[in-house]
């Protein structure tokens, strides 16, 4: 299975990418000139999020979870020399529903780390991921 992309070169440090499906995003350095969209290394931990992401509501949905909401906050720590790869990802989901389990997204937390999200496992061999969670129970 082969997923394409494109990038498009805008103006200075500013790109268009586009999937197959013609969806957009705009990527750019992080400077007062450039800084319209996303930087590539943060896109990069979005993607971890959105694919871990995806798996979780998936698996919650089949366990018939009364889940109402989900953030992932994720924050990346550098090597401290160029070119300042990833080493440490930690990743905190705040899971809200009604009467959820906690064997439950601590279940389907680490089937996504460890056997579903594509975007971990790329990343995995290269960085040490780190995941938490807390519940917020609805009224």
Known sequence: ??????????????FVGT????????ISA????NGTGMAPSQ???????SCSAYDVVGILAKKRAK?????????GENASESPWPFV???MEYIVRGKGLKEKDIAQAIHL????????????????????SYQ?????
């Open 19 to 26: 999937d197959n499906s013609k969806h957009s995003i705009v």
């Open 112 to 131: 996504s780390e460890t056997k579903y999200c594509s975007v971990a496992a790329t990343i995995r061999p290269g960085a040490e991921i780190i995941t």
């Open 88 to 90: 440490r990802i930690t």
């Open 67 to 75: 889940m109402t909401g989900l953030k992932v906050n994720v924050s």
């Open 135 to 139: 519940i917020i129970e609805d009224e």
């Open 43 to 49: 896109l990069l931990l979005l993607s971890l999020a």
């Open 1 to 14: 299975m082969t997923k394409d992309v494109t990038l498009t070169w805008v103006q200075n440090k500013q």
């Open 30 to 33: 992080q400077d007062e000139e």
